[in-house]
């Protein structure tokens, strides 16, 4: 037994105990911190971050082309025309200012106004990071007629910034190599970095920025003129317009410069894109809450003006204004104030009046000069407001049934026991049959089931009002208690595991679909705060003499078959197409056990992206679907025959 004294001494808790992290070891030992995470996203955020630099030298007005290389070997090499990283001594580090912006965190040229006006790298944290997460990091710089070079591994610098020729252009070259010993497989998304590298062109007119993978032999420039008015284009491409051409606002006020663009369409959903200084602040802000006040208010006053709305009746609201709505906001400042460390929502005041006044005074301009466009406009909101109200009175209704007593939930949800929302999880489970399945199978204390009867109506081709009228689309809202759209409260959350449990076949893709169009449109914090899964329940059950094992895709059957064609030659296949198939001790062991269970958590890494994907799936027009269909059919994972 060990005694008092005993417990004491080795429990003894001093100073030495402190462990002091360099600058290098805290990034390398907690690289979430910095980047967010280690897989694919963490990896293509160290390109963002390097690309990011060389985007703040176009914002400076010293940059016009950007080049990003990703490499056969691994290594991504971003190249610019700027001005070049300074490389004369440091005042305060003693050290290169080049060296000094790629070993020290919060170095760099961002922070005393003078070199950038305006940059996306608001803690200069980005180059130091990247190096210290890198095996081995190049930097070539071109400057005042001569070329340099310093070289890295794991951001130790292995010398001093040596001059190694001459050179007759400016601008900075960087090369890294992830450090597989963090990330494990190097393994870039040419795809999901082009999005990006193309959302950073749009917002930055003027730059090209071009993008090439030697590994697949794929290549794209992008320059866009126009802006975000090509932006918003883009975004319209694949829906019927209420006005032909966006309708763009541009204003400099003092060292801050203000952009929109705005066309409205005749869909149901507001699709409003904020940035600032290019970065995507999907949580809005005071440019966000600007630009939605001068909207409401400049419609509202032109439509009184020219008596398009009858006297007596009550003003457009910004539901009205913003239903069917495609617009990006863009601010370029010159001291951000980010809230969080994702910089989700931006935070200065005094953007809200700047933002507000330019939008209002050029948009009235705009519907004087055009007064046919402003009738659509205008009409297009009147008949939002007249469903406004339909799906109001629906919403109440709603609203009065999700009251946390238990009485006035669904009648066919079977509620868990456990009243911690961060304990419970809530399935919607296609069909009746899966829901009793699902229903006896469940752990009664925390799991919750609420069955679907069929397809739920498409909220992309549905206005509010015949949304709000449908049964199922009611059960869900009234089950997880938050409301909707601007009505949602996260706090209200009544299951923080929301799980979509459908078939494995082809209407249950489409129930998935239409369940995910949903969530996204109209409760996008949902996924954005990781509450929304899909269950992956198993395709097969395979048997073979005394092996017997559940089997959740066609190339994990084939790998086993493979392995077992070797010892036997009799092997047992069953084909699960339902969930209904299988018995309640069958779906809880497969898909609803947390301990053997799969759930791929749903999140959206590019906003515009989904909301193109969306409007393309499950929107009116018909070749933009085919077309995507065709397109994407090699790469289908699950396609039921």
Known sequence: MTTPKEAEGKSRYSAADIQVLGQREAVRRRPGMYIGSTD???????????AYNSIDEAMAGYCDRVEVRLKEDGYVTVIDNGRGI?????????????????????????????????????????????????SHLEVIVHRDGKKYRQEFKQGIPQGAVAEVGTADSTGTTITFLADVAIFGKIDYDF???????????????????????EAQDLEKTYYFEGGITGFVRRLNRNRNLRHRQPIYISRQVNHTIIEAALQYNEGFTDNTLSFANCIN???????????????????????????????????????????????????KLQEPQFEGQTKGKLGNIEIKSMVESAVAEELALYLEEHPD?????????????????????????IIRKSSLDTGTLPGKLAECSE????????????????????????????????????KIINVEKASPDKMLAHEEIRAIITALGTGIDDDFDAAKLRYHHVILMTDADVDGSHIRTLLLTFFFRHMPELINNGHLYIAQPPLYHIKAGKLERWVYSDQEKEELFSKLKESTRKIGVQRYKGLGEMSSEQLWETTMNPATRTLLSVNVEDTAKADSIFSVLMGGEVLPRKTFIQTHAKSVKNLDI
Request: net charge positive.
């Open 281 to 331: 602040t999907i949580d809005g802000g005071t440019h966000l809450t600007g630009f939605r006040s001068a909207l409401t208010r400049v419609l509202n006053d032109y439509a009184h003006r020219n008596k398009l709305v009858k006297e007596g009746e009550s003003n457009l609201v910004g539901d009205d204004v913003r239903e069917g709505l495609t617009a990006v906001i863009s601010v």
């Open 40 to 50: 694919q996203r963490g990896l293509h955020h160290l390109v963002y971050e390097i």
């Open 191 to 213: 795809h999901t970095i082009s999005e990006r590298m193309r959302e950073m062109a749009y917002l930055n007119k003027g730059l090209e920025i071009h993008l090439i993978d």
């Open 419 to 454: 009243k911690d929302p961060s304990h419970c999880e809530l399935y919607l489970v296609e069909g009746p049959s899966a829901g009793g399945s699902a229903k006896q199978g469940r752990n009664r204390r925390f799991q919750a089931i609420l069955p679907l009867r069929g």
């Open 373 to 397: 466009d402003a009738r659509r406009i205008i009409d297009k909101c009147i008949t939002s407001a007249k469903a406004r109200e339909a799906a109001r009175k629906a919403r109440d209704l």
């Open 86 to 134: 300074p490389v004369e001594i440091h005042p305060t580090t003693k050290k290169s200012a080049l060296e000094t912006v790629m070993t020290v965190l919060h170095a760099g040229a961002k922070f005393g106004g003078k070199t950038y006006q305006v940059s996306g790298g608001l803690h200069g944290v980005g180059a130091s990071v990247v190096n210290s997460l890198s």
